[in-house]
Each structure stands twice: as structure tokens, then as C-alpha cells.
């Protein structure tokens, strides 16, 4: 062997035995294109992003999934923590993932990302394309459509995180939040035209603490949607318009239900809005309640219905008996309060007639309609009112 070839071969040792031990010093990291993942667009890519999921899995030291630049086409997928050993995998995306753009492929499936049992998965960046035009355009038609998926989906998993993730035209929901402990949404950016339906940007459900700040939502249905067992909710540094506000609710469709307690709206913009805060339930016999909410420097600007409780939601007008809602509301309190209704009744309280509202409190509301004096309504709710209320309380 020459003499040179002998220094090369301890050369490449060297760099061989530095780098690995390097890189053993260093938690992994998979690149989706290594399991195969195309960033064309057009490659069914679910596998090879399902792999990389499958290998994190498999080691304790916390993980890197990496989805770099370039549209990754996924289908219906569900990421399990339940032979998963890491409870630390970070989801990193610089690219987008797309949809298939036929909705009847992942129409049905009821979710397109899902997280089922996960702990500690970080979803940073990126953006998720749901490809939903087609979808909506057959709902708009009145034909009979799949009901839609909905974009990402984490259902009974703990410590959450996802920020700075873009989400797209989804199918249905834009994201799900349901049974899960410790999640933090943050400066989320989700989008849909304001007439897509059933795309709620972030609905969450049986779920405690979550926050969901800085964050920008504009979509054909809620901005954000609180369903039944929801506890210790902090929103806050929200944008929301086009789409049907913050609503808590539709509560009391069953009889036994879980109720929804501390929620925190903080420094909410709605624009052009259906609804700014809303509270709403059937009116149907239930256990349900919702209490200890607060809203706090909301500012409106052309909202159909500014502040609303409404416990006689029915938009199809059947399935509704006439009882009164079973659903118990008290401790509401709406704090600085201001902007501009697009309809004449800025408030609106139409409480149940057998389980009326206690403890509404305003505190520093002032909404006009068209430069002109609102009108607040009343029905069956009880509380105080604060400092200057305008349109006249009517407690
Ligand atoms: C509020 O959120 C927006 C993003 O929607 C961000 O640009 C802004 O810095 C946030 N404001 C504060 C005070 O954090
Ligand atoms: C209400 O929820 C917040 C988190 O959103 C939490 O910090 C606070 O302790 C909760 N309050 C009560 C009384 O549980
Ligand atoms: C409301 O008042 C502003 C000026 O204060 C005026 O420019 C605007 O045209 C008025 N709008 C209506 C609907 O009267």
C-alpha cells in the first residue's frame, strides 16, 4: 500500500469516528425524503412520512421529523403514540403538506393528519394545504358530498405544542384539539374564504389548558369553537374575520354532558364577522353548563352579533322540543367591550326560560350601529352592570 493511500484511509477514519460520535452526541434527526417523501407534489408520500414517524418512535433522546422546501403529497394518515417510546418528537416543516386534491380520497375519513395518544410532539412551521375548494363547491351545490376532513387532529395526547404552522383550505375543521391535556397553539395562521363551510379554524373539546395566542384565523365558520368538557382555555392576541367569531358551544345536544369552565378570551379583534363572542346551546334538556368566562379588550368591527348568548339554537328548526336548555350559564363577564355592530341588537342575552343566566357582568361596553344608538336584549338573564354600558344594559 502506498504511503499516501495509508494517510488518506486515517484521514477518512478520523472524520468517519469525529462525525459519528458527533452526531451520536446530537439528538436524531429524519428527513422525510430519506423515507422516500417526494416534494413534487404528486408522489403519495404518506409512507414514507409514516416511516419517519415509525423510526423517531423508536428511540428515547428526543427527535426531529424534518419536512424540507417543496409540496408533499400526504393522504389520511394517523400518527400513534401507542407503541411510540419518545415522548419528545419535533415536527419541523419548511415545506407544505398537501391533500389529495380529489376530496372523495380522504373525504370520508373524518381526519387527514390525526395524532392519536401522542406525548410531547411539537409541530413547528409549515404549511398544511386541505385542498377543500372542490369539497365546499359540492356542500354550496346541495348535492350529496363526504362530510370532509379535518386538517390536523390530535385526539387524547398531552403536552402539545404547535407554532407557526399555516393552515390552508381545509376540508372541514382546520385543526382539532379533543381530549387532551397541556396544548399550546401559537402563532397560527389559518385561512379559508368566508364562505367555506363547516371549516372551523380551531375547535377544541373534553380538553383542559390549552392557549391558543397570536394568532391570526379567518374562515367560513368559528374562529375558535368550544365544545363540551373544555376547561382552562387562555386565548389570547387573536384576529378573527372573516368567519362566526369565538363561540362556546353548541352545548346541550345530550342529555348528560360535560360542561365548560375558566375561559379566558384576552385581546380579540373580530372584522366583519357573523359573531364576535358567543355562547350558544340547544334547547334540549341537558346537565350541561357553562361558567367562569371572561372577555377582556375585545374589539369589534362590523359584526352581525357583537355579544350574543343565544340558548335557542336551532338552524335547521327541528330536533329543537321546546323546552327550555338544560345548560346552566353564570359567571360571564364581558370587560372593555367596544366597536361598531353591523345589526341593530349590539347585545343579546336569550337566556334559557327554565335556566335562566346568573351572574352576567359588562363592564366598559361601548358598541354603536352606523353612528347610531344599538340596542341591547334581554331575555331571562341576570347580572350587573359596570361603569359606561352602551348600548343601555338590560339586566
Ligand atoms: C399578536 O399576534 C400577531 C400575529 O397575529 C403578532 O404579529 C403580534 O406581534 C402579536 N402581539 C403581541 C403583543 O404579542
Ligand atoms: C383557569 O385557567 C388558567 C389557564 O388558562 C389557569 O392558569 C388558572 O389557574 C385557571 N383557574 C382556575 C380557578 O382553575
Ligand atoms: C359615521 O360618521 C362618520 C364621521 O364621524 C362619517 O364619515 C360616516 O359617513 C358616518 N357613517 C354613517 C353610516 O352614517
Redesign the pocket.
Known amino acids: 500500500m502506498y504511503h499516501s493511500q495509508i494517510i488518506q484511509i486515517l484521514i477518512f477514519t478520523f472524520f468517519f469516528f469525529y462525525y459519528y460520535s458527533f452526531a451520536a452526541n446530537n439528538n436524531p434527526s429524519y428527513n422525510v425524503q430519506n423515507f422516500g417523501a417526494k416534494p413534487n407534489g404528486k408522489s403519495d408520500s404518506t409512507k414514507a412520512f409514516l416511516s419517519a414517524w415509525n423510526t423517531a418512535c423508536t428511540t428515547t433522546q428526543p427527535a426531529t421529523i424534518y419536512v424540507p422546501p417543496g409540496r408533499f403529497l400526504v393522504r389520511s394518515v394517523t400518527f400513534s403514540g401507542k407503541l411510540c417510546k419518545n415522548t419528545a418528537i419535533t415536527i419541523r416543516i419548511d415545506g407544505t403538506i398537501v391533500a389529495p386534491s380529489n376530496y372523495n380520497v380522504i373525504g370520508n375519513s373524518g381526519n387527514w393528519l390525526k395524532f392519536e395518544r401522542v406525548t410531547g410532539v411539537s409541530i413547528l412551521g409549515g404549511t398544511l394545504d386541505g385542498q377543500g375548494s372542490k369539497l365546499w363547491a359540492c356542500k354550496n351545490s346541495g348535492k350529496i358530498c363526504p362530510k370532509g376532513a379535518t386538517s390536523l387532529a390530535f385526539y387524547n395526547s398531552n403536552n402539545i405544542i404547535i407554532d407557526s404552522v399555516s393552515s390552508l383550505n381545509s376540508q372541514m375543521f382546520h385543526i382539532l384539539i379533543e381530549g387532551c391535556k397541556n396544548a399550546n397553539l401559537i402563532?397560527m395562521?389559518i385561512s379559508a374564504p368566508g364562505n367555506s363551510p363547516n371549516t372551523d379554524g380551531i375547535h377544541v373539546q373534553q380538553s383542559s389548558t390549552v392557549t391558543i395566542?397570536?394568532?391570526?384565523i379567518g374562515t367560513g365558520d368559528d374562529c375558535v369553537s368550544i365544545g363540551p368538557g373544555s376547561s382552562n382555555l387562555w386565548i389570547e392576541?387573536?384576529?378573527c374575520g372573516p368567519g362566526h367569531g369565538i363561540s362556546i358551544g353548541s352545548l346541550g345536544w345530550d342529555l348528560q354532558e360535560a360542561g365548560v369552565q375558566n375561559v379566558t378570551v384576552k385581546?380579540a379583534t373580530f372584522t366583519g364577522t357573523q359573531n364576535g363572542v358567543r355562547v350558544k346551546t340547544w334547547a334540549r334538556p341537558s346537565n350541561g353548563f357553562v361558567r367562569d368566562i371572561l372577555f377582556q379588550h375585545i374589539v369589534i368591527l362590523n359584526s352581525q352579533n357583537p355579544i350574543i348568548i343565544d340558548q335557542n339554537y336551532c338552524p335547521d328548526h327541528h330536533n329543537c322540543p321546546t323546552q327550555g336548555s338544560g345548560v346552566k350559564i353564570s359567571n360571564i363577564k364581558y370587560e372593555d367591550v367596544h366597536g361598531i355592530s353591523a345589526s341593530q341588537v349590539a347585545i343579546k342575552f336569550d337566556c334559557s326560560k327554565t335556566n335562566p343566566c346568573s351572574g352576567i357582568m359588562l363592564d366598559g361596553v361601548d358598541l354603536t350601529f352606523k353612528n347610531k344608538s344599538a340596542i341591547a336584549s334581554c331575555a331571562n338573564a341576570g347580572g350587573t352592570a359596570f361603569g359606561v354600558v352602551l348600548p343601555t344594559n338590560c339586566l
Not at 395566542?213 to 391570526?216: A, D, E, F, T
Request: hydrophobic residues 20%; proline residues 0%.
Open positions: 402563532n395562521k395566542s397570536n394568532s391570526r392576541n387573536l384576529s385581546l
